[in-house]
């Protein structure tokens, strides 16, 4: 069976959703096989990638991590050499993106990216235009070289896992003199919610909620949601920018959206029109954002959210 | 494509021409009085154009000898992302205009960009390309990687600060990212590829005079010949994906609005548990 390439910039136990999402693909049109960004993986991870169908790992021989792209798009390339994949799969973040846009400049390869399901003979479906359409796509050229999604297929363990074989493969010599590095990396504040694009619950808040998120946040953690925001807020200073849902923030696709004291703006439903089931609330009913809404309530965020807070935590009581 | 220390800054700015249909006037909101109407340059292009103005100037403006030019492909109507360029304050544009790049797919999109920026370098080289983050665009962030490949420069992308400093007489792009988890310093020699996103600066509008002075800017409209690119290596020839078939997603219908009376969060709730959402 040929095999099917998945890149993993530097797995961690456990196994992130969206690597044991790639896995998973992969193991399903061939014999997976890892690359990594880290000339060595931590204790466990061989093993947790093996439990996903993983058959061998492919290891640089040197230190790629503080690089950005350029450098592992010329390891994934020389990996894509020695492996001759049938496809090679990354995941949808935007470094993850640039890393298969390179990859494909330099094997000759059609790259597809947001893709949402991997069919027969590597067919994709994409969302385009910010979730406004769906569209199958197809690489006639090379590779087929796609970035997909989170959420995109539910994770399957292997029938039966393998501890996959560990190979090191030669970094091309040129590519890290002129690349871009990380010179310095200051981490935010850890947060115990899940992160937003992969959350399942977002509860997000705009200006409506005039400086104080914690309405917010009550109802986030009583659904075990991450927090977002409108772009007003996050301009205003009271939540941290990586909270920032649309075009120019985070793109988020969950089961469900709470939108509160949002007014709907077009740029705002960019990022979280595709969400599976939209509840708005907001005291204005000509709000824009009630025309997409499954659920709307006309009236004040700071009663109204508090109530169900309080009601969600009684029912499970 | 290098340049030295000493020489003028030169800087391409990628712009892209966006149908006015594109915006959605209903939907507005008083934060969004900019007449749209006019609106014909990409509205993420005009931070990459204010970041490539104020580098710079920055570097001591016109007088230094410092250059931003504004480029962009397409067909005719095209030529207004670069003209509005030019009246906010690009120095020269370039506009791409050839029938045989339609359906041009990011690897021929990125072979003719990148064909465009090498000619514009000539012998002066060019020492920055600049792009918006266009995040709502399918294959954006292909593109712009895919011409850094291309002319093998490292990229730094989605970047909210950029400065140029010195590394004795390397210049070094300088600049910071906002990721989820972390905050990081990115640093790349010149020549670069640098995106930039809407929380760098605020961008500048034309007035009366410098909309007068554009007129006078240089404005070249260049083919695929001229840039010695084949027209099989693009366009839907030229294309390494196909598009089988696109269809809109089913428009969200709306769906029970309620008005407060008291239990609405009561009733919230109950949806939440109907959905098994809960
Ligand atoms: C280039 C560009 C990029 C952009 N990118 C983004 C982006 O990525 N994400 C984004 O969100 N925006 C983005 N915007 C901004 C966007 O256009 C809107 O300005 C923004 O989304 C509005 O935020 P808002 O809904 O919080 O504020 P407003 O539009 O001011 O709406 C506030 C809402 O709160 C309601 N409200 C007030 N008080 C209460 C209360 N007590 N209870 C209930 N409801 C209440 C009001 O009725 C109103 O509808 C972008 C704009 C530009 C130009």
């Known amino acids: 069976m040929a095999s099917v390439l998945v890149y993993l910039d530097h797995p961690v136990v456990p196994l992130s959703k969206p690597d044991r999402e790639l896995l998973t693909i992969a193991a399903a049109h061939g014999d997976a096989v890892v690359a990594v960004g880290v000339p060595s993986v931590e204790n466990g991870v061989a093993e947790a990638l093996g439990e996903f169908g993983a058959l061998a790992i492919c290891l640089p021989t040197r230190e790629l991590d503080q690089f950005l792209v350029a450098p592992k798009a010329a390891f994934l390339a020389t990996v894509v050499q020695e492996v001759s994949p049938s496809a090679v799969l990354l995941d949808n973040g935007f470094e993850s993106k640039e890393i298969a846009a390179r990859l494909g400049i330099k094997i000759f390869s059609g790259v597809i990216s947001d893709v949402v399901s991997v069919g027969e003979g590597f067919t994709a479906t994409k969302s385009d235009l910010a979730g406004s359409y769906l569209a199958t796509a197809k690489v006639t050229h090379g590779t087929p070289v796609l970035t997909i999604k989170p959420n995109s297929v539910e994770p399957q363990p292997a ?159 | 494509m290098h340049t030295a220390a000493e020489a003028p800054l030169n800087i391409v700015v990628l712009v892209k021409h966006v149908p006015d249909t594109q915006f959605d006037r209903s939907l507005t ?85 990148a064909a465009l920026i090498r000619y514009i370098a000539g012998d002066d080289g060019v020492d920055l390309v600049i792009t918006g983050m266009a995040s709502t665009d399918g294959e954006t962030s292909l593109v712009p990687a895919q011409v850094a490949e291309r002319l093998d420069l490292p990229q730094v992308t989605f970047v909210s600060s950029a400065e140029i400093t010195y590394d004795g007489d390397a210049p070094v792009l300088r600049a910071r990212r906002e990721g989820a988890t972390h905050t990081d310093v990115l640093e790349a020699p010149l020549p670069a590829l640098v995106s930039v996103t809407d929380q760098i600066n605020e961008p500048r509008y034309p007035d009366f005079r410098s909309i007068i002075a554009a007129k006078k800017k240089p404005l070249h409209v260049v083919t695929l010949a001229d840039l010695g690119v084949d027209a099989s290596a693009v366009g839907f020839a030229g294309a390494w994906t196909t598009v089988d078939s696109a269809q809109p997603r089913a428009p969200r219908e709306q769906g029970v609005i309620i008005m407060d009376e008291g239990d609405a969060g009561i009733q919230l709730v109950d949806f939440l548990e109907s959905q098994k959402l809960l």
Not at chain 1, 230 to 236: L, N, V
Not at chain 1, 281 to 288: F, G, M, R
């Open chain 1, 159 to 317: 029938a039966d896992p393998e501890l996959p074989e560990q190979v090191r493969i030669q970094c091309p010599e040129t590519g890290t003199v002129k690349a871009a590095r990380i010179t310095r990396r200051d981490n935010n504040k850890p947060s115990t919610r899940p992160s937003l694009t992969e959350a399942s619950v977002v509860v997000a808040g705009g200006r409506g909620v005039n400086g104080d998120f914690s309405v917010i946040e009550a109802l986030a953690d009583a659904l075990g949601g991450a927090v977002g925001a409108s772009r007003e807020a996050t301009d205003a200073g009271w939540i941290e920018h990586s909270a920032q849902v649309g075009q120019t923030g985070q793109v988020v696709s969950p089961q469900l959206y709470i939108s509160a004291g949002i007014s709907g703006a077009i740029q705002q439903k960019a990022g979280m029109q595709t969400s599976k089931v939209i509840v708005a609330v907001n005291k204005d009913a000509d709000s824009p954002v009630f025309e997409i809404a499954d659920f709307g309530v006309v009236g004040d965020l700071f009663t109204v959210l508090p109530q169900a807070t309080e009601e969600i935590k009684k029912r499970r009581s």
């Open chain 2, 29 to 113: 909101d008083e934060n969004f009085t900019v007449d749209r109407s006019e609106s014909i340059l990409s509205e993420l292009d005009e931070y990459a154009l204010e970041a490539a103005l104020q580098l710079v100037e920055a570097a001591g403006g016109k007088s230094s000898g410092g250059k931003v030019t504004a480029v962009t492909m397409g067909p005719d109507q095209a030529v207004n992302a670069v003209k509005k360029a030019l009246q906010i304050g690009a120095h020269e544009g370039f506009h791409l205009n050839d029938a045989a790049l339609a359906g041009s797919d990011a690897a021929g999109t990125s072979l003719a960009l």
